[in-house]
């Protein structure tokens, strides 16, 4: 059973900096894939970043230069680091893996399309006010 448990998010304000977590169990395919998305209100979900197991990165072009994603294999953990926040950004955050069958599909270039991630986390929310 693949199991993500996203921890960090908080309120903060405007041009701070957070770091997001996000622990997995049940998920150690060699390949691997993963990624980070978010949620506003009355919004659709949308992909934020994505990590290959060679550590090939993408990135939505609103948080370009903003975001980092990054892992740590020993520890089963992939991170977001969130600089220069801004209001828009607030929204509640997910973490995803890619399902195994798409490893070769994503390779070089992480997909930030939902239709590859077969599993989520519960999300931890993001506040940032002006």
């Known amino acids: 059973v693949v199991e993500l448990v996203e921890s960090g998010g908080t309120s903060v304000q405007s041009g701070g900096s957070l770091r997001l977590s996000c622990i997995s169990s049940g998920y150690t395919y060699r390949g691997h894939a993963m990624g980070w998305f978010r949620q506003a209100p009355g919004k659709e979900r949308e992909g934020v970043a994505a990590?290959?197991?060679?550590?090939?990165?993408n990135y939505a072009d609103s948080v370009q230069g903003r975001f980092t994603i990054s892992q740590d294999n020993a520890k089963n953990t992939v991170y977001l680091q969130m600089n220069s926040l801004k209001p828009e950004d607030t929204a509640m955050y997910y973490c995803?893996?890619?399902?195994?069958?798409?490893?070769?599909?994503?390779?070089?270039?992480?997909?930030?399309?939902?239709?590859?991630?077969?599993?989520w986390g519960q999300g931890t929310q993001v506040t940032v006010s002006s």
């Open positions: 990590i290959d197991s060679d550590d090939n990165t």
């Open positions: 995803a893996a890619v399902a195994p069958r798409y490893f070769m599909a994503v390779r070089r270039t992480p997909s930030l399309s939902e239709d590859v991630y077969a599993y």
